[in-house]
């Protein structure tokens, strides 16, 4: 009896029914053979699974390169895929995209497949045992393999094949191992046995199996698929482990560039602890800075909105003028000048301190003196007595002046905060990339945490107000980077560059995964989608983003190791690249220091203003350089 052929038709029906639809991103898995005998062949399956998923889809497919010499026979046009007649193919076909890694190489057709295989080569986190100095990180956040586990859409279609050829096995190692690695820098790769993995989830019915053609498939969302064994690997390693492989690491350089600094000084005034300056240039050329001033220390009850003043470049300042005390300790503002003219100044509140005082009085610290403890018991009571809302006081703000600064708004509340405030991009609108505002229920005098942001969210947001800062939304989320805590993402802050990108860079507080390196993201689309973040090979934090005059990137970040002090880096191309270190200032006296932010001048000086506790000196004081590049 002829073997009956297997349509297109059919084929699209069989897809149809194990869940396949319109707009979906497979990763397939294959055995073409399983299929049976297809009129038409490898072109029909391909037609097939394209028609299934639509414009709006996409379809990838390993098209790895598993020989002895791996990185001998490498050649991202011209070498083979090893895994399978259908994926060399699909690899062959005119208008295919293919992932440069001279291992585990992704070919793509459909809706943005150029974008899920870019930056693969190159890619840094996640490290794993098919890591190259040559290619980067073969399981790093640019890689495919985790722009699929990140996409909401993404599913793998194991056709006739088992567990045994899921890369995304491959992926949950790598996920456990790094997280072993974020306590122990001994922690061994793991190689778990992908069929014992395959088992327990089919025993767990969150997958659609069925025949497509005579090949017995499963179809199951990457996310999900990831998620769940890294949790069962976590609760019972032993029972998958097969055998431990090592690994190593790389890094890489940029360009050194050449500054004079001009002069550097003291800009505060009053004998009090300033710390987490904004600087501001005003279209009629006044510089504004504002700070937490007023203070006893980096962490105390008495902080405030400071305001200094520049008319002649910043030669000398008036102030400080204090634009908002509340309740709580006012902390980290920001500062911008809108088209409008408009002066919008941001900050969030606190209560850390009273976190201090309750461990100081029940001795788990002793550092915080007897006479400090009972002024700020003192304040403790009178929140109580005054019968605070400290719920309500505890939360992230803005005050607006459409005068120039002579007078200011009532405050209102805002999603979202970072030190350094919004910026605004050229179709008018204002962006607010920072962590959201701490949800009510979280509030409280005593609870955890202690302040007006939302700690323990580690999603960065993005919120855009289109009135000129009256009203704010939410209108953007940056991917988490798995599998860092969700705390160690913070103080982000974005620039628009000359082509209409949008670059922002994120202070990671992380030891382990790219420890101090400063993280970035980008996004294509005005704010509403962000590229994974990864590294930028700069090492401080937090930092602030301006473009310059001629198009260029300035980033001014804080360095806490020795020499201690303010450095900055540029980039020529739009963020793809970062220079060498730049040093504005190496003459610090400890870590207390950072937040630097800067303007470039008409004349194409740059002024940079930051914080720093002195030697010999009992508060922390507001510095200003003035530089330029030659």
């Known amino acids: 009896m002829e073997e009956q052929l297997i349509t297109k038709e059919k084929i699209v029906s069989d897809l149809k029914k194990i869940g396949v639809e319109q707009g979906d991103v497979l ?8 299929i049976g005998k297809v009129e038409g062949g490898a072109q029909t399956v391909i037609d097939a699974l394209m028609e299934s998923v639509g414009e709006s889809g996409t379809i990838l497919m390993p098209v790895f390169n598993l020989v002895k010499d791996r990185l001998g026979t490498w050649d991202v046009k011209t070498t083979p895929s090893t895994t399978g007649y259908l994926t060399e193919y699909f690899r062959t076909m ?8 001279y291992c585990h190489s992704v070919a793509a057709r459909g809706a943005n497949a150029c974008e899920f295989v870019s930056g693969h080569r190159g890619a840094r986190g996640m490290v794993s045992p098919w890591d190259h100095e040559q290619f980067g990180c073969d399981f790093g956040y640019e890689s495919p393999f985790m722009k699929l586990y990140l996409h909401p859409k993404s599913k793998v279609l194991m056709l006739g094949v088992a567990y045994r050829s899921s890369t995304f096995c491959h992926l949950v190692e790598v996920i456990f191992w790094n997280e072993r690695l974020l306590t122990s820098k001994k922690a061994v790769y793991i190689w778990l046995n992908r069929e014992k993995l395959g ?14 053609g005579q090949a017995d498939s499963r179809l199951f969302k990457i996310r999900d698929f990831v998620d769940t064994l890294c949790d069962e690997v976590r609760r019972r390693t032993d029972q998958y482990s097969s055998m431990l492989i090592q690994m190593k690491q790389s890094i890489s350089t940029g360009e050194a560039m050449k500054v004079k600094v001009l002069k550097k000084e003291i800009i505060s005034r009053d004998n009090s602890y300033h710390g987490w300056p904004t600087l501001c240039k005003r279209k009629n050329g006044q510089l504004l800075v504002v700070c937490s001033g007023g203070r006893q220390a980096h962490v105390c009850p008495y902080g405030k909105i400071y305001l200094y003043r520049s008319d002649d470049s910043g030669n000398t300042w008036d102030g400080p003028d204090v634009l908002y005390n509340s309740w709580l300790d006012d902390r980290d503002p920001g500062m911008i000048e809108t088209n409008k003219n408009t002066l919008l100044v941001s900050w ?10 309750y461990r100081a009085e029940i001795g788990l610290i002793r550092w915080l003196s007897e006479d400090t403890c009972k002024k700020w018991r003192r304040i403790r009571d009178k929140l109580i007595e005054e019968n605070v809302d400290t719920g309500r006081e505890m939360d992230t703000w803005m005050i607006r002046s459409e005068d120039g600064g002579k007078s200011w708004s009532e405050r209102i509340k805002i999603p979202v905060h970072s030190p350094h405030g919004p910026v605004q991009l050229k179709d008018g609108r204002l962006l607010f990339a920072g962590r959201q505002s701490l949800q009510a229920e979280k509030r409280s005098l005593y609870g955890a945490p202690f302040f007006g942001i939302d700690r323990d969210n580690a999603n960065i947001a993005v919120a855009e107000s289109k009135d000129d800062g009256k009203n704010w939304v939410i209108s953007g989320i940056v991917p988490v980077l798995p599998p860092v805590p969700p705390d160690n993402f913070v103080e982000p802050h974005l620039v628009e560059t000359q082509s209409g990108t949008l670059i922002m860079h994120i202070r990671n507080q992380c030891q382990s995964v790219f420890p101090g390196e400063i993280l970035q993201s980008e996004s294509e689309d005005g704010g509403k989608t962000w590229s994974v973040p990864h590294p930028t090979g700069i090492k401080g934090l937090p930092a602030h983003l301006i473009c310059l005059q001629n198009g260029h990137l300035l980033t001014t970040y804080g360095y806490r190791e020795n020499p201690y002090g303010i450095r900055a880096s540029i980039s ?3 963020g793809k690249t970062w220079s ?5 200032s190496d003459d610090g006296c400890c870590c207390d220091l950072g937040y630097p932010s800067s303007v470039q001048l008409d004349d194409g000086s740059i002024i940079t203003v930051w914080y720093e506790v002195l030697k010999n000196h009992p508060y922390a004081v507001l510095r200003m350089a003035k530089w330029v590049f030659v």
């Open 27 to 34: 990763f397939i898995h294959s055995s073409f053979k399983s």
């Open 94 to 101: 005119p208008g295919t995209f293919r992932s440069d890694h």
């Open 199 to 212: 088992q327990y989830f089919d025993s767990l019915g969150k997958l659609s199996r069925a025949f497509i």
């Open 348 to 357: 969030f509140t606190s209560l850390t301190w009273m976190n201090y005082l």
């Open 572 to 574: 020529k191309d739009e």
């Open 580 to 584: 060498e270190p730049i040093v504005i």
